[in-house]
């Protein structure tokens, strides 16, 4: 085992502990369902039936059924906030009511909320009504008629659909949560980086409880488009904009059977982005000082104990680096004062080679190995809720070899978990396309208890 | 509780603005109460009810930091240009070279992305189909290049500060409308704070002024509409403001520990002292009717600062020149000064800077900490009929000299995001 080295640790004097969790995705509208999904072997990803995305590999792991939460929310408002606030909503509900809380609990202000939120996407028809007004006879847009006039046919609230706090700013409405808060975007980072900011908000004392976790992207021509050409998913889930690679990665096909790729999207094996899809999800954990916790008899789920952070991005397809990925693993352990082999699991944010590298540089790869467990072909892609929602299923799946083989990576025998029921302390990382990439130490229940 | 707290430095500070191409002018025009705004130039406002607003011109950019960088130009938006002409001022200030973990220094942005262009719409509606949208098409003929997709990403930004100043240590995007540079600054007071970087390049940037970015504010009527002339139409509490006044432009401080300021012999602005956040909870398009959330943002920076409301002896306002924010701003000074509300001054950066939305907090942060190093109140201007209901000491239209050590500067965000920042003269 490779040493840690200490500087500049911060423990959790009193400790911050998870008291609630809540998560939406395409395998299930609450945790439950999700790991039940997970368990029993499903795969949340599915061919796109809502539009045509032939072009764009016809797959991924949408939410087809999200919660329906009572709002009062206009209409014409709730339609810029598209899939986004539903996944929201969702998570944060169950969340609040999986830890006991209900309205006058706390005190609004004292209430922080921190969230990562994924792309959002500016709704084109909203824009169009204005192009088709000023189109010339010949097809081309008449900007003599555009300026003065046609531009009036742009929908007004259109560019709420490009903010990504809006709808953060109506979860915080819908659930009265007043107190400190933060929008962090997009990637898997900023799930991370809106849990260490609701820690740390409760170590200062500047909230009594703090809700903290990510929102994808909605699936649409957009945000496949988008995470195709950065490389995220991989050529087949982007099939019809890789025509061009498809000499090099032949297997790549729009038209690909369902049933084919199902089967991809099971096993992770490394090394590749092929066969990953992009997902809808939202995750939420309620997290409060352990003290207060307990002072409300709240059921404590588990604990935080670290986080690290870095950024370099490699020239070769734009994620983390090795070295970056290796930074913040070792921050988080630093924090938490643990020694790599003290990690009984490791929820993987991807499948590349940089963290694969990364991880079997700090963690020993023998008899003595965490358990190593990727999502992400399973669920898809999911971005700034990956790591929140890779945590609340680490938290909540029923014993640690519930986790089936083809969601385990290698080396998936020997590794230490034999001995316990339930991880005790587990690895959550979150890489994201553009170098950025955190790590988090979650305690299991046990544990902190 | 943690223990002993870090205190958290400015060793940095750089700003682009239409008044200024760098932290020293944009002071100095403030100072002599110069406005920034004009009519746009920098696309067609032909027919729109407002056509003016506060631009920069290119010439006033400095992109030595990106020189040869391959691809930084296809991907960078214009926002990202003038983050990158205010964080070279700001690095450079701080001699941020001279830090060697580089895994120690981050990047803290706020920032929303790039708007598509009315071209984009063309090509939209061509490659549109009845069952959704021809990507392939649209995005192989090379019109809507790879490189939208940078430029519409705010954390691209993030990441190419991050390598351009190599920066490998906590980076993280901010996107909470106008509060968002505030925030960036406030997120990147506490990564200091827990240890978990040296230093951080902290700020905020945004250009609006294109059409599709500017004409959303157009459409929902909350830009100036009624001027007698570009200069006089950001009048923050004034009796006829009648609506903000779009910028565009770039703010950064570099935040670093006091001790590893000290260590490497670092010049010090100023200390950061507190940062407060809130959220109004009330409704998207509305501020709360009681400033509930302002007031509870600069409570909690006021109390993260260990200091009492009777400490604070000037506040950088938000003050956006909207018949709502300015009313309710003032109604929120009211409850946090109590009877020395009056007696504080408050100003408005944004009357001769108009409003540079993610940008504003970094830019406005920056004036405040020169302000104070100068002993200098920064004027608003335009105000000349004296709203009722807005009553407090505006340093109407002259800057005032007078030595203030503890100043406020507030953001609040579209949606109800509020931000406040508390900084100090250092005092060692």
């Known amino acids: 085992m490779k040493a840690i080295r200490k500087r500049d640790s911060y423990p959790l004097a009193d400790g911050v502990v998870l008291t609630g969790v809540g998560a939406v995705c395409s395998l299930g509208n609450s945790i439950e369902e999700t790991t039940q999904g997970l368990v029993s072997g499903k795969s949340g990803v599915t061919e796109i039936m809502d539009f045509d995305a032939g072009e764009l590999?016809?797959?991924?792991?949408?939410?087809?059924?999200?919660?329906?939460?009572?709002?009062?929310?206009?209409?014409?408002?709730?339609?810029?906030?598209?899939?986004?606030?539903?996944?929201?909503?969702?998570?944060?509900?169950?969340?609040?009511?999986?830890?006991?809380?209900?309205?006058?609990?706390?005190?609004?202000?004292?209430?922080?909320?921190?969230?990562g939120m994924g792309m959002v996407d500016y709704h084109v028809e909203d824009l169009l009504p204005a192009v088709i007004k000023s189109l010339d006879p010949g097809g081309d847009l008449d900007y003599d008629r555009f300026f003065p006039d046609g531009y009036r046919e742009i929908y007004p609230l259109w560019p709420l659909g490009m903010l990504n706090n809006v709808v953060f700013c109506q979860a915080s409405i819908q659930f009265d949560l007043r107190g400190e808060n933060c929008v962090f975007s997009p990637h898997g980072d900023a799930g991370i980086q809106a849990v260490a900011e609701a820690v740390k908000?409760?170590?200062?004392?500047?909230?009594?409880?703090?809700?903290?976790?990510?929102?994808?992207?909605?699936?649409?021509?957009?945000?496949?488009?988008?995470?195709?050409?950065?490389?995220?998913?991989?050529?087949?889930?982007?099939?019809?904009?890789?025509?061009?690679?498809?000499?090099?990665?032949?297997?790549?096909?729009?038209?690909?059977?369902?049933?084919?790729?199902?089967?991809?999207?099971?096993?992770?094996?490394?090394?590749?982005?092929?066969?990953?899809?992009?997902?809808?999800?939202?995750?939420?954990?309620?997290?409060?000082?352990?003290?207060?916790?307990?002072?409300?008899?709240?059921?404590?789920?588990?604990?935080?104990?670290?986080?690290?952070?870095?950024?370099?991005?490699?020239?070769?397809?734009?994620?983390?680096?090795?070295?970056?990925?290796?930074?913040?693993?070792?921050?988080?352990?630093?924090?938490?004062?643990?020694?790599?082999?003290?990690?009984?699991l490791i929820m993987l944010g991807s499948l590349r080679q940089n963290e694969l590298e990364a991880v079997r540089e700090i963690f020993d790869t023998g008899g003595d190995a965490p358990l190593m467990v990727s999502t992400v072909k399973a669920l898809g892609e999911m971005l700034a809720a990956g790591p929140i929602l890779n945590a609340a299923i680490a938290l909540s799946i029923p014993g640690l070899t519930s986790f089936p083989p083809d969601v385990q990576c290698p080396p998936a025998e020997g590794h230490k978990l034999r001995g316990h029921s339930y991880p005790r302390r587990i690895l959550v990382n979150g890489i994201s396309s553009e170098g950025r990439c955190a790590s988090m130490i979650v305690q299991g229940g046990g544990e902190t208890k | 509780m943690p223990q002993k707290r870090k205190r958290v430095v400015v060793t940095g500070l750089g700003m682009i603005t239409p008044i200024g191409k760098d932290s020293r002018e944009t002071f100095e025009n403030a100072r002599n109460g110069v406005s920034g705004v004009g009519w746009l130039s920098s696309f067609q406002t032909e027919g729109l009810p407002c056509r003016i607003g506060g631009q920069v011109s290119d010439s006033s950019f400095n992109l030595l930091a990106a020189k040869g960088l391959q691809g930084i130009e296809k991907c960078s938006s214009r926002g990202l240009k003038l983050m990158i002409s205010a964080v070279s001022e700001a690095a450079g200030s701080a001699r941020l070279d001279s830090i060697q973990d580089r895994d120690r220094v981050g990047v803290s942005l706020g920032y929303h992305g790039e708007n598509p262009s009315v071209e984009d719409l063309l090509l939209l509606y061509r490659h549109g189909r009845r069952d959704g949208w021809d990507l392939y098409g649209l995005t192989k003929n090379g019109a809507y290049s790879f490189f939208n997709f940078f430029r519409r990403k705010p954390d691209v930004a993030t990441s190419i500060l991050s390598i351009l100043f190599n920066c490998r240590g906590c980076s993280l995007t901010i996107v909470s409308a106008c509060a968002a540079g505030a925030q960036a600054i406030g997120e990147a007071l506490g990564i200091i704070r827990a240890g978990k970087a040296d230093a951080m390049i902290a700020g905020g940037c945004e250009s609006n002024l294109n059409f599709m970015g500017f004409v959303g504010f157009v459409l929902i009527r909350a830009l100036s509409e009624r001027y007698s002339s570009p200069e006089k139409a950001s009048r923050p509490f004034d009796r006829k403001r009648n609506g903000f006044v779009m910028s565009e432009g770039a703010g950064a401080l570099v935040l670093e520990s006091l001790d590893h300021a000290l260590d490497r012999g670092a010049p010090i602005f100023a200390e950061v002292l507190g940062y407060g956040s809130s959220a109004d909870a009330f409704r998207i398009t509305d501020v709360h009717p009681k400033g509930d959330g302002a007031v509870f943002a600069m409570q909690e920076a006021i109390v993260d600062a260990g200091l009492g409301s009777s400490d604070i002896e000037y506040i950088n306002a938000h003050g956006t020149s909207t018949l709502q924010n300015d009313l309710i701003e003032t109604l929120a000074i009211k409850k946090i000064l109590g009877e020395r509300a009056k007696r504080v001054p408050v100003s408005s950066n944004k009357s001769m800077i108009g409003h540079t939305i993610a940008a504003s907090g970094a830019i406005e942060a920056g004036l405040t900490i020169m302000g104070m190093n100068n002993s200098v109140l920064l004027p608003t201007v335009n105000y000349e009929y004296p709203d009722p209901k807005c009553d407090l000491d505006y340093v109407p239209n002259q800057a005032r000299q007078l030595e203030h050590g503890v100043a406020l500067s507030n953001s609040f965000g579209f949606g109800g995001q509020n931000a406040c920042l508390c900084f100090g003269k250092f005092h060692q």
Not at chain 1, 59 to 86: E, S, W, Y
Not at chain 1, 104 to 113: L, N, S, T, V
Not at chain 1, 216 to 242: C, H, V
């Open chain 1, 57 to 115: 590999g016809g797959f991924a792991a949408q939410v087809k059924n999200p919660p329906a939460i009572d709002t009062d929310i206009h209409p014409q408002l709730a339609r810029t906030m598209g899939k986004h606030l539903l996944l929201l909503l969702a998570a944060t509900a169950e969340a609040l009511s999986r830890a006991g809380i209900g309205p006058g609990m706390f005190d609004p202000q004292d209430r922080g909320f921190f969230a």
């Open chain 1, 201 to 344: 908000v409760l170590e200062e004392g500047k909230a009594k409880v703090a809700l903290a976790g990510g929102v994808s992207e909605e699936i649409s021509p957009f945000s496949l488009a988008r995470a195709r050409l950065k490389g995220l998913i991989g050529p087949q889930a982007g099939a019809g904009l890789a025509r061009d690679d498809k000499k090099r990665h032949p297997a790549g096909k729009a038209d690909k059977p369902l049933s084919a790729c199902r089967s991809a999207t099971r096993n992770p094996q490394p090394e590749t982005t092929e066969d990953i899809f992009l997902g809808e999800g939202g995750a939420m954990l309620v997290l409060e000082p352990l003290s207060s916790a307990l002072g409300r008899g709240a059921d404590i789920l588990g604990g935080i104990s670290g986080f690290g952070f870095s950024c370099e991005r490699s020239e070769e397809d734009n994620s983390a680096t090795r070295q970056a990925i290796s930074t913040a693993i070792r921050g988080a352990l630093s924090q938490a004062s643990l020694d790599p082999g003290s990690i009984d």
